[in-house]
C-alpha cells in the first residue's frame, strides 16, 4: 500500500493550496480517508475526514468552512483544498486510510503517506 501526498509549498496567509494524495494497493472505493497535519513541535493533529463513498465528510473546527476535503474514486485520489490560509495552518500534511470508519484519531487509520510540507508567510 502507498499513500503519496504532494501539493505543498509556500504560501502567503489568505491564499490558497490543493493538498492531492494518490493511492494504491488497496480499493481505494471501500476504504474512508483522512487528513492530518503536524505543525512544528506538536503532535499530529486531525483535519478532515471523509467516507469510502464521498457522501460524508467532518471537519476540525479549525479549518471547517475554509479546508474541502474531497476524493475521485476512479483515480483513486484524495485532496484537500485549502483556502484563507492562516499562518497557523503551516505543518506538515498527511493522508491516511482507514480500512474502517475514518474518524479524528491517528490511531484509526491504518495507512500513511509521507507528508507534504506546507508554510504560510503572515
Known amino acids: 500500500v502507498q499513500l503519496q501526498a504532494s501539493g505543498g509549498g509556500l504560501v502567503q496567509a489568505g491564499g490558497s493550496l490543493r493538498l492531492s494524495c494518490a493511492v494504491s494497493?488497496?480499493?481505494?472505493?471501500?476504504?474512508?480517508m483522512g487528513w492530518f497535519r503536524q505543525p512544528p513541535g506538536k503532535e499530529r493533529e486531525f483535519v478532515a475526514a471523509i467516507r469510502f463513498s464521498g457522501g460524508d465528510t467532518w471537519y476540525d473546527d479549525s479549518v471547517r468552512g475554509r479546508f474541502t476535503i474531497s476524493r475521485d474514486n476512479a483515480k483513486n485520489m484524495l485532496y484537500l483544498q485549502m483556502n484563507s490560509l492562516k499562518p497557523e495552518d503551516a505543518a506538515v500534511y498527511y493522508c491516511a486510510a482507514s480500512l474502517n470508519l475514518p474518524g479524528i484519531t491517528v490511531g484509526e487509520y491504518d495507512y500513511w503517506g509521507q507528508g507534504t510540507l506546507v508554510t504560510v508567510s503572515s
Open positions: 494497493g488497496l480499493t481505494f472505493s471501500r476504504v474512508g
